[in-house]
């Protein structure tokens, strides 16, 4: 089944060049064959003057004669010739050849024979008194078969091969590719390097398979987070619902409700928030964003939240402007500035950079917090992740923030990291620039 399209384009050529060589070996032999041709055609003059020539030598020069004459017209028309009398016996060697000329003539009557299958003939002179017969070494079939000519035969066979190959193959890739796929496996694509409409059919295909993991694999993250971290905040909750029916210290039962459903609310709108991430780039905003005035509006909108203790210094420098969603790269900054705000001490300041520099744009965010060890580094962007669990949670956070931040960066073909910067932690988000025709000026605030 995987190969009936390569055996029909390849069979399809293979009938056209058979027919197309056929049509022109038709063609080059229908004066040889045709016994009702023009007589103004070549051949039937020539076999006419040999015919006169074999008569005249063989009356004036006898059999001698006749054979180098004979001898003489085979090396010209690659046949065997003979001439006969009335009767049908053969001149030279008395041979009787009356039957061979009668199935020569029924063999040319048949309408069931093609011409250049039954080249022989035997033909009369006018006054009926001799027969010539011309018998060609071989037919037009043979002239196919001979030797010389195989190599045209097989390069038109590995051509035909190629082409059915080149038309076949990229098909039977994509089908390939589609049936993985519908076997659950999201990775696989069709791999072509083509310019095509077959090599857009692959290019298109590897889009909406692109397309459907992301939306696969962020419905899948979803219901694994929410079923692995649901489990214990709603335990708690139980809990503190069984002690509240109890009637002992209902107030803080109460209070521990209250607490693990905002929680859960807060967890659930930042699930979401993280799957938008992740979801359809189709309903993602494009736009010049100026991540001078975003950074700005985010540090102003945070200075509440640091309250009086702990002081936002920001800087600018360079031409801050970047293309892409301005909601998801607002929600990304707003995260980090956010957890360093978290965890820097009183009376320290967390410090805030945006530069521009070799078509990048570079924003460093640093706490004078504790820092966290090196080996938690690579993980701080996992969902769910956190250095300590118990100082996570009092402070009201569910480990989504960093990993919301990391999936809307490399959405726009960014990367984010974190060092320590000892004492704290420095989290460095890097982003392709766009070129403005102004450069923005210089900001710096504290």
Sequence with gaps: MKSLLFAKVLLWFLITSAITITAVAITAIIGFNSERQNAQTPFPILVRVQMREARYAFENGGKQALAETLSRFKSVVQADMALADADGRDVITGEDRSKEISDIAERRRSPFVLPFLRPSFARQTQDGKYWFIVIPHQNAVGWFLEWQHIWIFAMIILMCWGLAYHLSSPIRKLQSAVEQFGRGDLASRAVSKRRDELGGLARTFNQMADRIQTLVTAERRLLMDISHELRSPLARLAVAVELARGGADRDVSLDRIQKEADRINAMVGELLEITRAEGDPGHRKHETISLAELIAEIVEDNRLEAGPHTSIALKINGDCTVEGDPELLRRAVENVVRNAIRYSPAGQAVEVDCASSDGRVHITVCDRGPGVP?????????????????????????????????????????????????????????????????????LATA
């Design 374 to 442: 090196e080996s938690s580094l690579p993980l701080l962007f996992e969902p769910f992740y956190r250095v300590d669990s118990d100082r996570n949670r009092n402070s009201g956070g569910v480990g989504l923030g960093l990993a919301i931040a990391r999936r809307s960066v490399e959405i726009h073909r960014g990367s984010i990291t974190a060092k320590n910067g000892n004492p704290g932690l420095c989290v460095e988000i890097d982003l392709p620039a766009v070129a403005v025709p102004k450069s923005a000026p210089v």
